[in-house]
Each structure stands twice: as structure tokens, then as C-alpha cells.
């Protein structure tokens, strides 16, 4: 059995690759289903024996799996592309393929913050348990992908306890008010608007708020949430539906929803800023797949950013972290080596059951004659000399074949490797 991790995330792929592969909630464990069936028809073994997980954020796509086919590196990679529709030769490029260990240890890696935009920033865990769930209610968690990611969140609960990971971390939402104070001297002159009413939004409502803004509205699908997010900041809610007449008396937008396709798009924007007579707005689109259209950047008097963007703005500080990094990375490639091993256990499991198996048929084989002689009359001393010699017989009958058998470099290892495996406490 291989473990593997596949995909692609803000390193590797820009936000305009990155919104074609990401997956909505509620579209991971379909997914997760594909992908078993994927792997079933690579293989001669069906769905039983693989297992799969998909994790998708804003900032990465990626699937886990435990296959015993023959290229799961591959199937895993070619399923993405299927999946999604998308030619393979683009999408090679931007991927990475992770095998055995270095998917291990990118997972640990994941869940511990250490391969976010936001370095250490705490959501990605939350995210990942979510995937997991998921994944678990779809079919998709077997022996290796359950014990891969309790072990992940352990490794998580350990670098977030031990070291100063999340310590001064810039926020995407902390970010978003760094920028928009480059193009408004004071955020409390200004009209702000947050699309959505997701975790995303109540971070950066709270950064916002914290400005003291001159008004705070929700614009969300769902208005008794949008009203009670709103309510915490002394603000109002409104429907998505009403985006097209209110958007021009907003000089901040903050969108960040689970929309599949554009909520804002070019035409709209420019109605706003022709309504607002070219006073300047700053939008932030944290959504993957956007939520505003990509042309709206080039329009004169609106700031558009996305989550790349910010990605310069998030690193503030980095480098008096990287002790801290250091730190996490020792914990994770020690806890790598521990679950490795645990998998090197896992994968002689069938051969100690097989030698119990066989080892417990010859005993009762012998037993069964022994007690046949004692029935008999046979001398209780002679019966166990027997009993015995006859055990030991067949329990080297095996390996005294192999040695036999066995030519050259074969003969060798053998002769050195029999002795420690025989070899008996005293």
C-alpha cells in the first residue's frame, strides 16, 4: 500500500488555475467517491482496498490516497485532470506528487500551518478536520488515511503548543486593512461592505470593525445569518439580489462566498463608479473560484486584490519566525519517521498472521499425534521426545528448503539472516 498526496496550491499554481480545481463542501465527498472508483478501475482489486481524502481551500486543491495499484502517483494526478475537465499537459506543471513519506510529511506540514500563505495561521486545521469528515461519511478513510490524520492533528495540537508558530502572524484579513489604508488615509470616513457571512468574513468584519468605519453592511444569500453577523458590528444586512443598486455606496468590498461562479461582475462595477463619479474603491476578492471578475482590475478608479496579492503583505514578519520553523520542522520529521514505521509494521501484518496461521496448524498437527500415542499406551516421556523433535522438523523444514534451494548473493543473505531469526532467548 502507497500513501500519496496530489495537488497544487498558491506556490505552485496561480488563483486563475487554483478556482478550477476547488471544490465546494458539499462537492468533496462526490469527489472523494470519484476518486475510489478512479483508483477501482486502475486496479484488480476494486474500491475495498483504496482510500482517498480531498482537501480545498482558497489556497490549494489536494488529494490524499492509499492505493496498492501499480502507478498511484499517476492515477491520482490523471484523476484531477479528469475530474475537473482540464487538459493534463497544463496541469502537470503546476501539480506536486508526493509519495510515502513526503506525503506524510506534507500533511503534518499542512495541518501545522507551515505550508500556508499565512504562516501558522490556525484555519487550515479546521479545514482539514472538515475534509476529513467528509471523507470519512463519504468511504473514503480506510486503516492508513484514519491513522494519517489523527497523527496529522497531533503533530498540529504539538507545533501550535511547543513553538511560537502562530506568533505575530499577519492575517489575510489584517492584511486586507494594511491595504486599504494605502489608498484611504482613514478607514473610519469609509463605507464598508463584506459579501458573504463565512469565517473568512467574520475575520475580517472584526479587523474592520476595530477601524471604527463610518457604516459596516453584510450582503449575504441568507439574511437571517447576514443580519446577525451584522448585528455584532452595529450594521445592516442586505440580499445578494441588491448588490447592483448598493454597490456604488461602498468604498471598501470584502467578498469572500462559496459562489461558483462571479457574484460582481465588470458591468457592475463600472455602473458604480460612474455613479460614485470616479471616487476610488477598494475590493478584496478572497473567494476561489472568485467572486469578482478579473477584468474589474483594470478598470481606473477601483484597487481589485486577490488572495495572491496579499501574499507579499502576509510574509510581514516572517523571518523573526523562522526560529519557530525550525522548531516545527524537528517535531514533524520526527513524527514522519514514527509513522513510517508504523507503516513498515503494517505492511508485515500478513505475513506474521500466515506464520501464526501455519505455525498453529502444525502445532495441533503434532499435538494430535502426540495424543493419539498417549491414547494408545506409549510411553508419556517417548511420546514428548517425539512431540518435540517433530515440532522443531517442521518449523525449519521451510527455511532448510530456501537454503538449499537458493544460489549465489540469494544463498548468502539467507545464511547470514536465518541465524538472527532462529536464533532463541535463553
Known amino acids: 500500500m502507497q500513501l500519496l498526496a496530489v495537488g497544487l496550491n498558491h506556490t505552485t499554481a496561480p488563483v486563475s488555475l487554483r478556482e478550477q ?11 472523494v467517491q470519484a476518486a475510489r472508483s478512479w483508483f477501482a478501475r486502475q486496479g484488480s482489486h476494486g474500491a475495498a482496498g483504496n482510500e482517498a ?11 490524499y490516497a492509499a492505493s496498492d495499484i501499480a502507478n498511484p502517483l499517476d492515477a491520482s494526478a490523471q484523476f484531477l485532470a479528469h475530474y475537473h475537465a482540464l487538459n493534463f499537459a497544463e496541469l502537470r506543471p503546476h501539480l506536486y506528487m508526493l509519495p510515502q513519506d513526503s506525503a506524510v510529511r506534507h500533511a503534518f506540514r499542512v495541518a501545522s500551518g507551515l505550508d500556508s500563505m499565512v504562516l ?25 488515511l484514519h491513522q494519517l490524520f489523527q497523527r496529522s492533528f497531533a503533530v498540529a495540537k504539538e507545533v501550535r503548543s511547543t513553538t511560537e508558530i502562530g506568533a505575530h502572524s499577519v492575517s489575510m484579513a489584517a492584511a486586507a486593512v494594511r491595504l486599504s489604508q494605502r489608498i484611504f488615509d482613514r478607514i473610519a470616513d469609509q463605507h464598508v461592505l463584506f459579501i458573504g457571512a463565512g469565517e473568512m468574513i467574520e475575520l475580517c468584519a472584526a479587523h474592520f470593525a476595530a477601524q471604527n468605519p ?5 450582503a449575504n444569500r441568507s439574511m437571517e445569518r447576514g443580519e446577525a453577523l451584522a448585528a455584532r458590528y452595529n450594521g445592516q444586512a ?16 470584502i467578498s469572500c462566498t462559496a459562489s461558483t461562479l462571479p457574484l460582481i461582475g465588470l458591468g457592475m462595477v463600472e455602473r458604480a463608479v460612474k455613479a460614485r463619479r470616479h471616487r476610488p474603491v477598494f475590493m478584496v476578492d478572497l473567494a476561489v473560484p472568485r467572486d469578482i471578475e478579473p477584468e474589474v482590475a483594470r478598470l ?37 519517521q514514527s509513522f513510517m514505521h508504523w507503516v513498515g509494521d503494517r505492511a508485515v501484518v500478513p505475513v506474521i498472521r500466515d506464520l501464526h496461521e501455519s505455525s498453529e496448524a502444525l502445532r495441533l498437527a503434532e499435538l494430535e499425534r502426540a495424543r493419539k500415542l498417549l491414547a494408545r499406551g506409549d510411553d508419556p516421556e517417548a511420546v514428548l521426545e517425539a512431540l518435540s523433535k517433530g515440532l522443531t522438523a517442521k518449523f525449519l523444514h521451510g527455511p532448510q528448503q530456501a537454503l538449499h534451494h537458493a544460489q549465489g548473493d540469494e544463498r548468502a543473505r539467507l545464511a547470514s539472516l536465518l541465524p538472527q531469526l532462529f536464533r532463541g532467548r535463553r
Open 21 to 31: 480545481l476547488a471544490l465546494a463542501p458539499d462537492q468533496l465527498g462526490k469527489a
Open 53 to 63: 481524502a480531498i482537501l480545498s481551500t482558497c489556497n490549494r486543491t489536494e488529494m
Open 120 to 144: 501558522g495561521e490556525p484555519q487550515i486545521l479546521g479545514q482539514m478536520k472538515d475534509a476529513v469528515r467528509t471523507a470519512e461519511e463519504a468511504g473514503g478513510l480506510g486503516t492508513y
Open 214 to 218: 463610518k457604516s459596516v453592511t453584510i
Open 238 to 253: 442586505i440580499r445578494l439580489a441588491d448588490l447592483p443598486e448598493r454597490l456604488q455606496h461602498f468604498d471598501i468590498v
Open 300 to 336: 481606473d478608479d477601483v484597487f481589485l486584490y486577490t488572495v495572491d496579492d496579499l501574499a507579499q503583505v502576509v510574509q510581514t514578519g516572517i523571518e523573526s519566525r523562522q526560529a519557530a520553523v525550525a522548531q516545527a520542522e524537528a517535531i514533524i520529521e520526527t513524527r514522519v
